[in-house]
């Protein structure tokens, strides 16, 4: 590692430990907060889960497969009313074989840690979180390659939300191998003004994201992008390593803190901000 390196790297710990974690804020309603410049770390409230889960209806994952009864998928996909609480009597790995997950109900909780030895590992797809109030823990997700499936088109994150979710935590999960970003929190499909907010990435490590796999630009191992009008990201005591960049990135028009987090062996940058013109013409931006 050379010295530029050593040094990012110093700057990001500096940065992370020089203020606490903030608190666990579960076990009550999470208050809102303002935006823009006036926009302070303390008033970040993390993620809460809003519904009980003793009345949560019990859905069991039986098997390792991609789809069908007794599935990840079917678990996720099922017609439940109310708060869904998903777990796992196997453990082992699951073969997405290109077609990723999508969380699409709120109030969903995913305990990958009733999953026995060796626990839960997803490969060869991405999660999309697309609904609000959901926790997902103790869960790998590997994408990877895609392995024989065609390198055309394959560039799944780990997982990213999309839409106007909010009040979503995602904790004791590694996300690696990645072809786009591991772990992202994005609005994508939000109307103006409704982007995803408070979204928590909380104790994960964000590792070795893909740098010369099958995405259409080359090079591109990322650890988090926090874009598209997204609020309120609280992104604490995580471990990034092994990916070039975005260890993580901000865009314009987001808010967030990074906090008690580790960034080692990072390529070319640890946290940083970008405002790219072509997405941003002719407009001022403050960082």
Known sequence: MNHPQRFQILLALIACLSVGEPGIAEDKPAKESSRGSDWKWQEAPLAC????????????????KKD??????????????????????????????????????????????????????????????????????HLRV?????????DEGWEPDGLTTLGSVHDVLVEHCSMTWSIDENLSASSYGAPDGQGARRITFRRNIIAEGLDEATHEKGGHSKGTLVHDATHEVAIVGNLYAGNVERNPVFKLDTSG???????????QRAIHASVPEADYPGKPARL
């Open 49 to 64: 889960f809003d519904a009980d889960l003793d009345k949560a209806e019990i859905l069991r994952v039986t098997n390792l």
């Open 68 to 137: 069908g009864t007794g599935s990840l998928r079917a678990a996720l996909e099922a017609e439940v009313e109310g708060p869904r609480l998903i777990v796992f009597e196997v453990g082992g790995v699951i073969d997405l074989e290109g077609r990723g997950l999508r969380i699409q109900s709120d109030h969903t909780w995913i305990a990958g840690q009733t999953g026995p030895e060796p626990g839960i590992t997803v490969i060869r797809g991405g999660i999309r979180e697309e609904a609000s109030h959901v926790v997902l823990q």
């Open 142 to 150: 590997r994408p990877g390659d895609g392995g024989d499936l065609p």
């Open 257 to 267: 803190v990074v906090v008690n987090c580790v960034m080692a062996c990072n390529g």
